[in-house]
């Protein structure tokens, strides 16, 4: 069991840091950090962000947190059951209040009720439009740039979309994220030196 009086602020609604380790909630998913969604009106939003902003918010109103161990995700993220100091469940308050959605392939419907819940109310993300999280990866993430490209050959509206340089990165020592390291491998093979799909280990 992981436990911690403070972390720092979330870049994801499904990741949170206590003392060096990476813990990803088990069982639900939310908008990636550059993901955007549409509000009631129609209005293009930072869902991420907000989805981010609203687990901080959770979280610092009854420390410390503490998370039970699942198991570990291909990027050897601790993946676990985590609650506040009260008790309350991160991951069914999170679906409760349209922050973040039931991940049916992981929960086995776990969260089936609290997002039935926050999309009666249309809450959240309920408010308005959104695509799955796991979808929008499927369309932004590591497969967005064809692999057959070499490396320092790059697209340039993909460079403008993705906010990465096109400078080649040929260490990892070179790149601040894992999602940053991801996107040059999708483009060049030769950060993901044991070959496993997943670059700069060391930052995931």
Known sequence: M???PAWPPSSTATTIE???QRI???GIDAPESKQYCDDAKGFEYPCGRRSAEALDDFLAASRPVQCTFVTWDRFHRFVG???RADGGSVAAWMV???QALDWPRYSQGAYAAQQAKAQAAKIGLWAGTFQAPWDWRA???DGATPPSQRLGIVNRKLVAQSGYSCEPRRYCSQISSCDEAQWYCSWGRRLDRDNDGVACESLC
């Open 2 to 4: 992981s436990r911690s």
């Open 18 to 20: 206590i003392r060096g």
């Open 24 to 26: 990803r909630f088990n």
């Open 81 to 83: 059951d985590c609650r």
């Open 96 to 98: 409760e209040h349209g």
């Open 139 to 141: 369309e932004h993430g």
